[in-house]
């Protein structure tokens, strides 16, 4: 599996689409999450105060409001660092890691190469096999380009805003880093799962985004309180996943608390991550390539 590793990695570092894929995903989490959200804090206007109230609620509601965009502004800082990064991950970062692995794996379909590399030493197994852990290693380098541009996003705000530079738990981190990677490794695996059941990168990829889109975002996030409707929720690997993402969510603005908890949710990640890449490795071991 060493040379299927090595030959994957090849080509993955010389694939443009990876590096515009992890580039779209960095700076949109540093220009939209950070800088425009920096920008827009510093520079709105406060909401008019009524004049016909008395002068001591007025100035409550002032100091209220001058709380609220102090509460946002600390969200930026480098101490909040996991806690504005992490939900990132149940969102953006899962669809980009779906459409990564459904090239990696669906890309050989295309270029119709799978049939001269399965002919070679090594074997089906043992390609799949390299395939994947050169996918999983991409998806590290991911999540460490993500935390270190949030990083270098929340100190750049700190010193703008004169405040003193503080970090996250080594425990909080690397906890958020393990979780993030976690996530992104469930996507690519049921968008290598999807490439290898239909032979295609274009058609993976939009059945992919329509059910991470529809189905797990737009029905499963209707508000309806039936309870069988909420308990059905547990059991889906885009639910689970922004449970676990949401969960190191902090502050007055975070998402509500998750039903389940994050070792709960983490288990149901790892189970639907298992379960994916097993299906495919059988299915492109014994299936024809034509």
């Avoid at 040379?3 to 990695?9: G, L, Q, T, V, W």
């Avoid at 993955?12 to 779209?24: K, T």
């Avoid at 409550?60 to 991950?89: A, G, W």
């Amino acid at each position: 599996m060493g040379a299927s590793f090595r030959a994957e990695s090849l080509k993955l570092r010389r694939r443009p689409a990876v590096w515009v894929l992890g580039l779209i995903w960095l700076v949109l989490t540093v220009i939209v999450g950070y800088a425009v959200v920096y920008v827009f804090l510093v520079n709105a206007p406060s909401p008019p105060v009524p004049e016909d109230i008395p002068e001591r609620e007025r100035e409550q509601i002032q100091q209220q409001e001058r709380q609220f965009q102090e509460d946002q502004l600390r969200s930026l800082l480098p101490e909040n660092l996991v806690s504005s990064t992490m939900p990132v991950f149940g969102n953006l970062g899962g669809a980009i890691a779906l459409i990564l692995g459904t090239l990696v794996v669906g890309g050989e379909y295309g270029w119709g190469t799978l049939k001269t590399i399965v002919t070679q030493r090594p074997n089906r197994p043992q390609v799949f096999g390299g395939k994947l852990l050169a996918l999983w290693v991409v998806l590290v380098l991911f999540v460490i380009a993500v935390f270190v541009g949030s990083a270098a996003a929340g100190y750049v705000i700190a010193g703008l805003e004169g405040s003193p530079v503080g970090w996250p738990p080594a425990g909080e981190l690397v906890r958020a880093f393990g979780s993030g990677v976690l996530i992104l490794t469930l996507w690519a695996a049921f968008g290598a799962l999807l490439a290898t059941l239909f032979r295609s990168t274009a058609l993976s990829v939009g059945l992919g985004l329509v059910y991470v889109l529809v189905l797990e975002t737009l029905v499963l996030s209707l508000p309806i309180q039936n309870e069988a409707f909420q308990d059905a929720r547990e059991f889906f690997p885009g639910q689970n996943s922004t449970f676990l993402a949401n969960s190191f969510a902090e502050g007055p603005f975070s998402p509500p608390n998750p039903p389940v908890d994050p070792g709960q949710a983490a288990l149901v990640v790892a189970a639907y991550a298992i379960v994916f890449v097993v299906v495919a490795a059988l299915v492109f071991s014994r299936r024809d390539v034509v």
